[in-house]
C-alpha cells in the first residue's frame, strides 16, 4: 500500500480501517437466552452491534474491538467473550 | 540594487518579496524588526498578504500551519523561546508535509535569560524535519529565504525550512545587501502549488493517526524527503547563481582550505571572524582554512568528509551545547570523518553572546595543535 504524503485522508477512513483486527476477546453471541432486549446494541461504543432480520442481535466483526461492553451489560448473559486466536 | 539596511529590513523585504499569502508572528528579541516591518507593509497594502496577530508563537505557527494546509504560503519569524514554543507545531508541520519558511534570529534560551546570540534555539530543532539553512551575513540571509521557498515546495521535498541568522550581529547589523526587484523574484520563485489542500468541497484530513503498523514508514518517507531536498537545493542553487550571480548551490564552502593542516569548522556570523583570523594567521605562515556549513539538515556529511579529506586536524567551533554530549555540528563532523583517522575536536564558543575575537580562533587553532579540545572555550576563571 502506498503511503499518503503528510498522512491525509480522506472522509470514509474510518468504514475503510477495518478496526476488528484489534480485538483480542471476541464476543460470540449465543441466541439461546437472548431475548433480542437490544441493550447490546446500545451500549455498543462502535455502533457496530445489528438487528438482523429474525431480530436477533449479531456484531460486525470487521469494526468490533472486543471491548466486552455488551456482555457486560446483556441483561440475559447470552454474549460470552472468548480468546481469540489470529 | 544595492542597499545598505539593516538585516532585519532585508530579510522582511525578501520575505515580502516571495509574496507570502499568510504571515504570523509574534514579536521576540532580535526578531522583532522583521515582523514590524512585515506588519507595516501589511498595513500600508504594499504587502498583499493577512498579517494574522495571535497571542502566542504556538498559535502564530499554527496559523502558519492552517494557512499552508488550505494553501496558502506562509512566512514567520521567530528566536529562542519562541521557537520553544512552536515545538510541536514544528514537527507537525513536517509531518504534515506542510511547506513553508521560517526566519530564526538566533538567540540563546533559558534559564538564566539572555538575550544575546548563540544556535541553540534552532539546533534543539534540528530533528524536527525542518530544512535548515545557516547564513554568514546579510546578503546569504536575505538570498536564503528565495531559494528556501522553492526548495521547500517543491513536490519531491513537501517540508518546511528555516533560515537562521545571528541575532543582534546580523538582525542589527547595516550592511550592504544586493535586493532584487519583484519581477526578478517571481521569475525565480513560482506560485505555490499544493500538493494537497483543505477544501470544503472536497474534504481531507492531514496528520491522521498511524499505529504500529504504519508510524515507522511514515517517518522513513519524512526522512526520504529532507534526503531528496539535497537534490533540490542544489538546483535551486544553480539557478540562483544564473539569475542573481550569488552561488549557494554547495551545502558547505571551503576557505583557505588547500594545504590547511588545521581546518575550522562553523556555522553562521562566526564564519567571517574566522576568515580574518586565518588571514592573519596564514600570512604568519600557519596552514589553516575554514569549513563554513551553510546547509545543517539535512547534515551534507559526504560533502564535509570530501572538504575535510586532506586535513591533519578538525577544530569544530560550536555555538550550542548538547548538554551531557557535546556540540551539535562536532558530534555531525566526527560522524562524517569516522574511519579517517582525522581528529576532531570540540569547542564550545560564544554561548549567550559571548564574544569570539580573532585571537580567540588563534587560540582555539593552538589548541588544537596541541590536541587539546572537547572544551568550552574561555571560561572565566574562578568561577567555572
Known amino acids: ?86 | 540594487m544595492m542597499r545598505f539596511i539593516e538585516g532585519s529590513i532585508a530579510v522582511a523585504e525578501a520575505a515580502a518579496l516571495c509574496r507570502p499569502d499568510v504571515v504570523s508572528a509574534y514579536p521576540i528579541t532580535p526578531q522583532t524588526h522583521i515582523v514590524e516591518a512585515l506588519a507595516e507593509m501589511a498595513a500600508n497594502c504594499t504587502l498583499d498578504a493577512e498579517y494574522i496577530t495571535v497571542e502566542s508563537e504556538f498559535s502564530a505557527l499554527s496559523a502558519c500551519l492552517g494557512a499552508v494546509a488550505a494553501g496558502s504560503r506562509a512566512y514567520s519569524a521567530t528566536t529562542s523561546q519562541g521557537l520553544f514554543l512552536m515545538f510541536e507545531v514544528c514537527f507537525n508541520l513536517a509531518g504534515m508535509r506542510l511547506p513553508m519558511v521560517m526566519t530564526v534570529a538566533n538567540r540563546a534560551v533559558s534559564a538564566p535569560i539572555s538575550i544575546w546570540n548563540d544556535q541553540q534555539d534552532s539546533i534543539s530543532l534540528r530533528d524536527s524535519g525542518w530544512i535548515q539553512f545557516y547564513a554568514e551575513d546579510n546578503q546569504e540571509a536575505a538570498d536564503l529565504h528565495y531559494l528556501a521557498y522553492k526548495v521547500a515546495e517543491d513536490h519531491q521535498v513537501l517540508l518546511p525550512a528555516m533560515v537562521c541568522f545571528d541575532g543582534f550581529i546580523l538582525t542589527h547589523t547595516y550592511e550592504p545587501v544586493d535586493m532584487p526587484t519583484q519581477e526578478q523574484v517571481d521569475s525565480y520563485l513560482p506560485k505555490f502549488v499544493p500538493h494537497e489542500k483543505l477544501d470544503a468541497q472536497d474534504p481531507i484530513s492531514f496528520g491522521m493517526l498511524a499505529t504500529p503498523d504504519y508510524y515507522m514508514e511514515f517517518r522513513y518517507a519524512n526522512d526520504q524527503a529532507i534526503q531528496r531536498s539535497k537534490e533540490k537545493i542544489r538546483e535551486a542553487g544553480k539557478e540562483f547563481l544564473a539569475k542573481f550571480g550569488r552561488d549557494y548551490s554547495a551545502f558547505v564552502e571551503g576557505y583557505r582550505l588547500e594545504d590547511a593542516e588545521t581546518v575550522l569548522v562553523a556555522l553562521g556570523s562566526l564564519c567571517g571572524t574566522v576568515k580574518e583570523a586565518i588571514d592573519e594567521m596564514r600570512a604568519a605562515g600557519k596552514k589553516v582554512g575554514l569549513l563554513k556549513i551553510r546547509v545543517y539538515r539535512p547534515f551534507p556529511g559526504v560533502e564535509v568528509a570530501a572538504a575535510l579529506k586532506g586535513a591533519k586536524r578538525i577544530a569544530v567551533l560550536d555555538k550550542n551545547i548538547s548538554l551531557g554530549s557535546k556540540g551539535a555540528v562536532a558530534l555531525e563532523v566526527k560522524d562524517a570523518l569516522y574511519g579517517s583517522g582525522i581528529p576532531v575536536l570540540d569547542y564550545i564558543v560564544g554561548l549567550g553572546g559571548r564574544d569570539i575575537r580573532k585571537r580567540d580562533i588563534a587560540r582555539i587553532v593552538e589548541l588544537t595543535e596541541k590536541g587539546e579540545g572537547d572544551l568550552f572555550y574561555g571560561l572565566r576563571e574562578g568561577v567555572a
Open chain 1, 1 to 86: 500500500m502506498a503511503l499518503s504524503v503528510g498522512c491525509t485522508a480522506r472522509p470514509g477512513k474510518s468504514r475503510a480501517n477495518k478496526t476488528g483486527a484489534w480485538r483480542v476477546f471476541k464476543p460470540v453471541f449465543r441466541h439461546d437466552k437472548c431475548t433480542k432486549c437490544g441493550i447490546c446494541s446500545l451500549v455498543c461504543p462502535e455502533g457496530c452491534i445489528l438487528e438482523q432480520e429474525d431480530e436477533f442481535m449479531i456484531p460486525d466483526y470487521d469494526y468490533c474491538k472486543g471491548c466486552g461492553l455488551c456482555a457486560a451489560e446483556c441483561p440475559a448473559e447470552d454474549i460470552e467473550m472468548t480468546k481469540e486466536e489470529k
